[in-house]
């Protein structure tokens, strides 16, 4: 896991902790223990400043690539992953940033587009490299 993923971890603990002892949302960095990581989990110890009451969590990081997934399965995740969340008293963000790497890609049409408009005006790649 990258130091990245992990303060992100952290900083949701911090705004959506709900201590199960007395309710207590007060809880900030230094009050978090990180005692054990591997892979993509982590074990923290978590200390309420309010009781003073240890609660120990094991929270793991899930990286998906959901670009090949349909969007109706994407759909159902977040919806599971939230209720999830309802049934823990935890908010459980899930981000789905709409990316297509095949988005972004120039079209084989667009490629012939550029050729044709270029043959009509006697214009041809090598002149896009010459200097005037």
């Known amino acids: 896991m990258n130091f990245g993923m992990l303060k992100n971890m952290v900083e949701n603990l911090v705004s959506s902790y709900k201590c199960p002892f007395c309710s207590s949302t007060n809880i900030s960095e230094k009050n978090i223990d990180i005692v054990g990581a591997a892979g993509n989990t982590v074990n923290i110890d978590m200390h309420c400043p ?13 990286h998906m690539e959901v670009w090949n997934v349909s969007a109706d399965k994407i759909d159902k995740l977040k919806a599971g992953l939230e209720a999830l969340g309802g049934k823990i008293g935890w908010n459980i963000d899930v981000e ?7 988005e972004d890609q120039i079209k084989e049409e667009e490629i ?11 214009f041809n790649a090598s002149d896009l490299f010459s200097e005037l």
């Open 96 to 102: 789905v940033q709409d990316q297509n790497p095949l």
């Open 50 to 62: 309010s009781c003073n009451k240890h609660f120990m969590a094991k929270t793991e990081v899930i």
């Open 112 to 122: 012939l587009n550029l050729r044709t408009q270029m043959k009509k005006k006697d």
